[in-house]
């Protein structure tokens, strides 16, 4: 399994986003193994990239959603209301979220909880400060960070989590963390998930890389079969870049093919 999501965050409009987002497809054309895709587009672009993506293998993903379903919360947009617009997917607790609007680990839990409670996908973001790394505390950030964020939660049925690791060092800094660092956090990683989850089919969770992921680095992180996939920011908006990204996972993924 591979998966490439691209984050597009504040960084296009809805007439970009459209040709952004024919362009993302265009990638996973002539392949014959391709990643799953899933395109995260500002809210006001939702609509009009549904069109695009209906009918291709791509999948939509929200950037986040509120924890209630209805109500007078202004400004907020619920699962209910995602759902209408084809979202299968939701970025959940991204750190830009946490630092810039105060978002805590209750708040994500009770996001990813409502999430799975309308069986949309998180994309549940984690990952440590550079204080934090220096300090020798980024295992005990994540941990606290999965810990509160999952509290609660059963996965029914073919009900997925994917989880990015995303620390926040990297994040738009244009160095990535190194792949020694990523399979270090992922395997913490999936040893929690996997006494959270005992049991919970292999292909239902999924560890995803996230910060400074180019076309460059990308091959390196994802032929790694700790990396289920990457979150990419600023090169998903860069169509060249994103290209080589996909490439990358569909190389990888032709690689493991049998004979
Ligand atoms: P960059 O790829 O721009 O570092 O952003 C990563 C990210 O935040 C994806 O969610």
């Known amino acids: 399994m591979k998966i490439v999501i691209a984050n597009w965050k504040m960084n296009v409009g809805v007439r970009e986003s459209v040709a952004l987002a024919r362009a993302s497809l265009l990638t996973l054309r002539g392949r014959k193994v391709i990643p799953e895709l899933v395109i995260c587009p500002p809210f006001v672009a939702l609509s009009e990239v549904r069109k695009v993506v209906a009918r291709s293998s791509a999948a ?94 059963r996965l029914h049925g073919n009900a997925r989590l994917l989880i990015a690791y995303e620390p926040v060092w990297a994040i738009g ?35 995803l890389y996230g910060g400074s992921v180019d076309g460059e680095n990308a091959y390196r992180f994802l032929r790694e079969s700790e990396v289920d996939g990457v979150l990419v920011g600023g090169a998903s908006v860069k169509i060249n870049q994103f290209k080589e990204i996909v490439e990358a996972a569909a190389e990888v993924l032709e690689a493991q093919r049998p004979e």
């Open 60 to 153: 939509i993903g929200a950037q986040n959603l509120f924890w209630e379903p209805t109500g007078s919360h202004t400004g907020e947009t619920s699962s209910r209301q995602l759902l209408e617009l084809g979202v299968s997917h939701v970025i959940i607790g991204h750190s830009e979220r946490r630092t810039q609007l105060g978002e805590t680990d209750e708040m994500v839990n009770k996001k990813v909880l409502q999430a799975l409670s309308e069986q949309m996908t998180p994309i549940l973001c984690v990952g440590e400060s550079k204080g934090e790394r220096e300090a020798g505390e980024a295992r005990a950030v994540v941990e606290t960070q999965l810990a509160t964020a999952l509290r609660g939660v």
């Open 173 to 207: 800094a244009g160095e990535s963390a190194s792949v020694g660092d990523v399979i270090e956090m992922h395997r913490f990683i999936r040893s929690i998930l996997a006494n959270l989850f005992p049991d919970a089919p292999a292909g239902q969770m999924a560890i």
